[in-house]
């Protein structure tokens, strides 16, 4: 199957600095990715939703200007949360997609587990 | 709105026995995928199984199988020969037109496999 990463796999920075996350698909040219954010024993929130060379498309309730997203080509995203706070904290995942249709299968990278102190 | 309802968010079962974690959901669209992911402790996504609306036959993959009654709108997992590797975070998602082609998810049900 294809393989999407994310680096760093855990970060953990000082409350009030920004923090960037990679999301790249790597044997594939993805349409689509996604960013997801999950807390502790919770489902997996979908906070974004990037197309390359366009602006993220964000959900309700999560704020672009604090989650900064970057698709600047169709095998890379990024995800910087800025001034990130303790309630920050979480697990961040971001998927892909090589199509835009309910069939085609969305490759999930492994997490980013970012902690703010 | 689409919506994915797991209302089991634990279950047990015995080593090698069958176990099936139940799915809902809710959409206006006729067309839409289902999927099921497990996630173990480690975080990772892994995909296990898709049904597509309109799929006549029941998904298989493996031990995993789809038990899909789309009249009831539920799309029920079920897993065969439980092993021990199988206690993971199991969430079914689903994605359609209407959605966007957000895949949505369930709340998850954790499995507890004993020896």
């Known amino acids: 199957g294809a393989v999407v990463s994310q680096h760093p796999s855990r970060v953990i920075c000082k409350s009030g600095t920004s923090v960037k996350i990679e999301c790249r698909s790597l044997d594939f040219q993805a349409t689509t990715m996604f960013w997801y954010r999950q807390f502790p024993k919770q489902s997996l929130m979908l906070m974004a939703t990037s197309n390359e060379g366009s602006k993220a498309t964000y959900e309700q309730g999560v704020e672009k200007d604090k989650f900064l997203i970057n698709h600047a080509s169709l095998t890379l995203s990024t995800l910087t949360v800025t001034s990130a706070h303790p309630e920050d904290s979480s697990f961040y995942i971001c998927?892909?997609?090589?199509?835009?249709?309910?069939?085609?299968?969305?490759?999930f990278g492994p997490g980013t587990r970012l902690t703010v102190l | 709105a689409q919506k994915i309802t797991q209302t089991q968010p634990g279950m047990f079962v015995q080593e090698k026995e069958a176990v099936t974690l139940d799915c809902t959901y809710d959409?206006?669209?006729?067309?839409?995928?289902l999927f099921w992911y497990k996630q173990p402790s480690s975080g990772e996504m892994i995909f296990l199984i898709y049904q597509g609306s309109y799929d006549e036959q029941n998904a298989t993959e493996g031990r995993y199988s789809l038990n899909f009654q789309k009249a009831r709108k539920s799309a029920n997992l079920v897993i065969s020969a439980s092993q021990l590797g199988d206690s993971a975070m199991y969430f079914c998602a689903m994605r359609s037109l209407t959605g966007g082609f957000k895949t949505i998810f369930g709340a998850g049900t954790r499995l507890f496999v004993k020896a």
């Open positions: 998927s892909a997609t090589r199509g835009r249709g309910p069939y085609n299968e969305q490759f």
């Open positions: 959409t206006s669209d006729q067309s839409y995928g």
